[in-house]
């Protein structure tokens, strides 16, 4: 299925026509599957292209919300909103490219599908390098659009699972003290329970069941499991200078930025 965006200055409407597909090889629209609560957010500036991709894409069993300027979708509070956008490159006011660069400032970056009738090399280049799913070029193809749907949707559920992932040790991480969340960045260092009972000025049975609590809590039964989850979340192992200078309850604090951040950074998973 093709859909044929025609120039707007010759009051250009969407047609949709069926697309040939090779014996044997089923048709796109026919393995399409849609995750929940996922939206495709359509921007145009063509009153008539924007009705018409918006009955297709709605016709392949997605949810649509339709803009006609970059301004519009900007102004509208849909953070929490999964899903998409479908942005055409050129249009008055905030062009495509503008936009993209505004969504990926913000606390939340959808992927995003161009269309175009642009062929300019590098500003395809740019606009995926950004990380943008694809660049259609019009007349847009209907199965490419779709193809390209699908990707986000896979993507989208991919960031998901990593956000339910950082989510979860992050939770584990508020369960520790202050004085397990300091004990905490010295085991993932390496250092034995007497070595850190040395640094913070306590016994060595102390530090022990520091550790056996910590190791409780965030749910491993090694070191190296608690390393790789430390690593994830953004905590790095406490140094010299870190040993001198920190309390527990700052190294609190610190975990708590740290985590925000790598949830933060977790949204532009592609």
């Given at each position: ?5 025609k120039p707007s200055s010759s009051s250009a409407l969407l047609r949709e026509t069926p697309s040939f597909c090779a014996p044997g090889v089923p048709h796109i629209t026919a393995r399409l599957t849609v995750e929940r609560d996922f939206t495709v957010f359509i921007v145009d500036d063509d009153a008539g292209v924007l009705k018409s991709l918006a009955r297709f894409v709605r016709a392949a069993g997605y949810t649509v919300r339709t803009f006609s ?202």
């Amino acid at each position: 299925m093709n859909i044929f965006v025609k120039p707007s200055s010759s009051s250009a409407l969407l047609r949709e026509t069926p697309s040939f597909c090779a014996p044997g090889v089923p048709h796109i629209t026919a393995r399409l599957t849609v995750e929940r609560d996922f939206t495709v957010f359509i921007v145009d500036d063509d009153a008539g292209v924007l009705k018409s991709l918006a009955r297709f894409v709605r016709a392949a069993g997605y949810t649509v919300r339709t803009f006609s300027s970059a301004d519009e979708l900007l102004a509208l509070d849909c953070a929490e909103d999964a899903g998409c956008i479908v942005l055409d490159l050129l249009m008055p006011g905030i062009d495509g490219r503008e936009l993209q660069a505004a969504l990926c400032k913000g606390e939340l970056e959808r992927s995003i599908i161009f269309k175009s009738g642009t062929t300019d090399a590098p500003t395809i280049v740019d606009a995926m390098k950004a990380g943008a799913i694809d660049f259609l070029i019009k007349p847009v193809d209907g199965n490419a659009l779709l193809a390209a749907l699908a990707i986000a949707g896979e993507r989208q559920t991919k960031l998901h699972q990593r956000q339910a992932e950082l989510a979860e040790i992050k939770h584990k991480l508020a369960q520790l003290t202050p004085r397990e969340a300091e004990v905490l960045r010295h085991v993932i260092a390496g250092r034995l329970n007497k070595q850190i009972a040395w640094a913070l000025g306590t016994v060595e049975k102390t530090i022990k069941v520091h550790r056996g609590r910590i190791m409780e809590k965030m749910a491993v039964r090694s070191i190296a499991e608690l390393v790789r989850l430390t690593e994830q979340i953004g905590i790095t192992p406490c140094e010299q200078e870190e040993r001198d200078n920190k309390d527990g309850q700052s190294l609190v604090v610190d975990i708590g930025c740290r985590s925000n951040r790598i949830a933060r950074d977790a949204l532009q998973v592609a």
